[in-house]
């Protein structure tokens, strides 16, 4: 299998350099991701590509010429430390009130689908002959939220040769699958005789991306697209124990990343505390105005971060990377999507 992963993907610590050495890198990511969100709403509706989709496809596109050793320490700082402390800011968009109105049997019945999800990628990819870093990738980015998963996931997965190229893959593959469940799952939810309610948490247990989620949820009613949308945030809530679960089964199995084991997800954590100020800040008069304007703030920040590292990671992949990965990358991500989406609507049939 070939792939040209570059320096900034591989197995050796992280060192970003000075501002001067980081900036030639970290403004050739800032450009493809500023054109991504310009070309987004220019795109015909039948193509639904989020910008950080986009970004990932531009970033490729111009492989030959981000090949430069100029580039590389920005490169590093997007795809390591930024896209961690992006990750951690992702906290700010979830309530754990939100949450508890989900009920408890729909809450089990989500991570039963996502805890499924994650042991069948690592199954289908041993008998696929694929590696478990590629397993925990695609499991993450189904079972979780997509492309932003990806990203969080790659950051507790020992570096490897494909690492890049299956991260660049995985994103592609998931908004696919994800568009085509936009259409298709609400459909689906009528003809297994769901109600409503029942039907948005489908959606919201099953679709990667959160503009998906809504889109299908409320194309079949308000309450199903508030059933969906909660749904969704508690899966991208789930994200801290996926993360901390697959740095876990790497570190115990003895592998490596870099010269040392894999890091603590410590932005993993700086998530869960985001989340609980989320939570708490609004019910306090004194500072909740501050606050609202503090979190849009960081929410952007967040945003253009991901943004940031997507188009890095492109910018380090080739497209014959990615092309050469084959059928069995394809069936075990479509493999994952199926294992979600039916272990979602028989917990759904019990409740």
Known sequence: MSSSVTPAAAGTAPKFGTIHEIAPGLVFAAAVAIVSTWLQPLLPKSIPLPAM?????????????????????GMRFCVKSLLRWSVALLGLRIALGDIFDLGVGAAVVVVAAMAATMVSSFVLARIFGQSPMYAALAGAATAVCGASAALATSTVVPSYREKDADIAFVVIG????????????????HWLGFTDRATGILLGGTIHDVAQVVGSG???????????????????????????????????????????????????????LLCIVNSVAPGYPAIAPLFASVKSVLISISTWGLLLAIAAL????????????????????????FVIFATMAAGLAIL
């Open 53 to 73: 989709v986009l970004a990932l496809l531009i970033g490729v596109l111009l492989h030959r010429s981000a090949t430069h050793a100029l580039f590389q320490p």
């Open 174 to 189: 998931v908004n696919l699958l994800a568009t085509g469940a936009m259409l298709l799952y609400p459909l689906l939810g």
């Open 218 to 272: 409320y194309s079949v009613s308000e309450e199903a697209g508030n059933a969906a949308v909660i749904v969704k945030l508690f899966r991208v809530f789930l994200l801290l124990p996926v993360v901390l679960a697959v740095s876990c089964y790497f570190t115990r199995s003895g592998l490596r990343s870099g010269e040392g084991k894999v890091p603590m997800p410590t932005f993993a954590f700086a998530f869960l």
């Open 314 to 337: 492109g910018l380090n992949t080739s497209l014959h990377a990615i092309t050469s990965l084959g059928w069995r990358h394809i069936a075990t991500l479509v493999g994952s999507a």
